[in-house]
């Protein structure tokens, strides 16, 4: 007998999908910044303390979402999450995959933007040289 998931579960993971989509907007605006107008280091400088700020409530998320999941689940792993979601949430297993995807996205986006970091950090050097 299907045994139903915690009715916190589902809502636990549409709020670290929005946080996730939040995140990767600022990453995306913090792109942009560091493209266009590589020079504007107080704006920058912000965006950093919203994305420490973000990147700390995603983490709070993710350790609620993991909590959730370990009482439902009699296995870890990625598969076991998305077995799991399949025969008792299938709305949280789509919600589930976008997270993935999301993280996959965030997780590019910061590799990018810290290489344009460190190309901004070389030309500044250079200039001071």
């Given at each position: 007998?299907?045994?139903p998931?915690d009715p916190?579960l589902?809502p636990?993971?549409?709020?670290?999908?929005?946080a996730?989509?939040?995140?990767?907007?600022?990453?995306e605006?913090?792109?942009g910044?560091l493209?266009?107008?590589?020079t504007?280091h107080d704006q920058?400088?912000?965006l950093?303390e919203?994305k420490?700020?973000a990147?700390?409530?995603?983490n709070k998320?993710s350790e609620t979402?993991?909590?959730?999941?370990q009482k439902?689940?009699?296995?870890?792993?990625?598969?076991?999450?998305?077995?799991?979601?399949k025969?008792?949430?299938?709305q949280?297993l789509?919600?589930?995959q976008e997270?993935?995807?999301?993280?996959?996205?965030a997780?590019?986006?910061?590799?990018a933007?810290?290489?344009?970091?460190?190309?901004?950090?070389r030309?500044?050097q250079?200039?001071?040289?």
């Amino acid at each position: 007998m299907k045994q139903p998931p915690d009715p916190q579960l589902v809502p636990a993971i549409h709020a670290e999908r929005a946080a996730l989509l939040d995140f990767v907007a600022l990453l995306e605006r913090e792109q942009g910044m560091l493209v266009e107008n590589p020079t504007d280091h107080d704006q920058l400088l912000a965006l950093s303390e919203q994305k420490s700020v973000a990147a700390k409530g995603l983490n709070k998320l993710s350790e609620t979402r993991l909590s959730l999941l370990q009482k439902n689940l009699p296995q870890s792993g990625a598969e076991a999450i998305r077995n799991w979601l399949k025969a008792h949430s299938p709305q949280g297993l789509a919600v589930w995959q976008e997270i993935l995807a999301l993280a996959e996205r965030a997780r590019r986006l910061n590799q990018a933007n810290g290489e344009l970091i460190q190309m901004k950090m070389r030309r500044n050097q250079q200039m001071f040289a």
